[in-house]
């Protein structure tokens, strides 16, 4: 929620931010950043919610699919990728 919500655009430059880990560089710039209507956290509660709906058909859909923590290095991410696609693991039945 906070990585989606916090996120801004500058109108002028195009330029994107995020108000925790990329802030803008000057109050001017700051002042003049918006939001999109997509990151208000209603918007986001909703595909969440949507998400969770779903997701257990295409679940049994994909079976064939892979779980990825994405919330690791780069690196570490594509490597897995790479290694489920080239050598894919043994599935659980």
């Known amino acids: 929620m906070e990585r989606l919500s916090q ?3 500058d109108p002028v430059t195009g330029e994107r931010y995020h108000t925790a880990f990329r ?3 000057t109050p001017e710039i700051q002042a003049r950043l918006r ?3 997509r990151d208000k ?3 986001i509660e909703k595909q969440v919610e949507t998400y969770y ?4 058909e295409l679940e ?3 079976e064939d699919a892979f779980y990825v923590n ?4 780069p690196h570490v ?3 897995f990728i790479e290694s489920c696609i080239i050598k894919p693991l043994p599935c659980k039945k």
């Open 60 to 62: 049994d859909f994909y």
């Open 41 to 43: 956290e209603e918007n």
């Open 35 to 37: 939001q999109h209507p």
């Open 53 to 56: 709906r779903n997701v257990k």
């Open 70 to 73: 994405a919330e690791q290095d």
């Open 23 to 25: 802030p803008a560089p």
């Open 7 to 9: 996120r801004r655009i």
């Open 77 to 79: 991410v594509f490597e």
